[in-house]
């Protein structure tokens, strides 16, 4: 099972939950959970074990998030268009992708997992500076990611029908 399928699964994304997922507020919510998160995760030098209680609360709402929302009423935001293209990128193995799509989602996913080795290193090192550009730099590869999910999608929903019916 491929790393995509795993997700899938862990986050139950049925059809539904992945149209709710579409909702702008589930995209933008996760995103603005960031944060929270990158202080939850220092809160371990002041708090120590306790930390595991935001941590924790955290995870719970980002694992919740994608079916917490309705089904979106328009469907033509750009976190909206960055869902569904998340969509068709998981689902490229049963309908290829554009190669140029398929190399840009690996390297802005390189530069975001490049960002979270350097927050890690900074958090494990109580190196704030470090574990804050680190995070940033993993936003950046995450919001560049999902605008490149924006051009898959808009690329593959007159080819395929199943895609363009997401948007209706």
Not at 58 to 76: E, Q, S
Not at 100 to 124: D, E, K, N, P
Request: hydrophobic residues 55%.
């Amino acid at each position: 099972m491929d790393y995509g399928t795993w997700i899938e699964r862990v986050f139950r994304m049925s059809d539904d939950v992945w149209m709710r997922h579409a909702n702008p507020l589930s995209g933008w919510s996760r995103l603005a959970t960031a944060p929270f998160l990158f202080l939850a995760l220092w809160s371990w030098h002041w708090i120590g074990f306790w930390a595991f209680i935001p941590v924790g609360l955290i995870c719970v709402w980002l694992w919740l998030n994608p079916g917490a929302f309705r089904v979106p009423v328009r469907r033509d935001a750009w976190m909206t268009r960055g869902v569904f293209g998340e969509r068709v990128w998981l689902n490229r193995k049963a309908v290829p992708i554009p190669a140029h799509h398929a190399r840009m989602a690996h390297v802005t996913s390189t530069v975001a997992f490049a960002g979270l080795a350097v927050a890690v290193i900074g958090l494990v090192g109580r190196d704030f500076p470090a574990a804050a550009l680190g995070w940033a730099i993993m936003m950046l590869g995450k919001l560049w990611f999902i605008d490149r999910m924006v051009w898959l999608y808009e690329d593959m929903k007159g080819d395929v029908a199943e895609y363009g019916s997401w948007s209706e």
